[in-house]
């Protein structure tokens, strides 16, 4: 179960919509999460990965198969 507060003008628009189209809120809401998720998932993680401190390997060891688990 998720909750979110979103500014009025956005719900607005949103009750719009769903009142035209004869869908959910909820049914918007989901489909725009899908849409937008795996970008946001790889933004954000690679974000992530740069900013841990971790292993990093150049691309020669990674085209001669060092062993990357070291």
């Given at each position: 179960?998720l909750?979110?507060?979103?500014?009025?003008?956005?719900?607005?628009r949103?009750?719009e919509?769903?009142a035209?189209?004869?869908r959910?809120k909820?049914y918007y809401?989901?489909?725009?999460?899908?849409?937008?998720?795996?970008?946001?998932e790889e933004?954000y993680?690679?974000?992530?990965?740069?900013?841990?401190?971790?292993k990093?390997?150049?691309?020669d060891e990674?085209?001669?198969g060092?062993?990357l688990?070291?």
């Amino acid at each position: 179960m998720l909750a979110i507060k979103l500014p009025e003008e956005i719900e607005n628009r949103l009750a719009e919509l769903a009142a035209k189209t004869g869908r959910t809120k909820t049914y918007y809401v989901r489909e725009a999460i899908l849409e937008h998720l795996d970008e946001l998932e790889e933004k954000y993680l690679a974000i992530d990965r740069l900013e841990k401190a971790d292993k990093r390997w150049t691309l020669d060891e990674v085209e001669k198969g060092v062993d990357l688990e070291s």
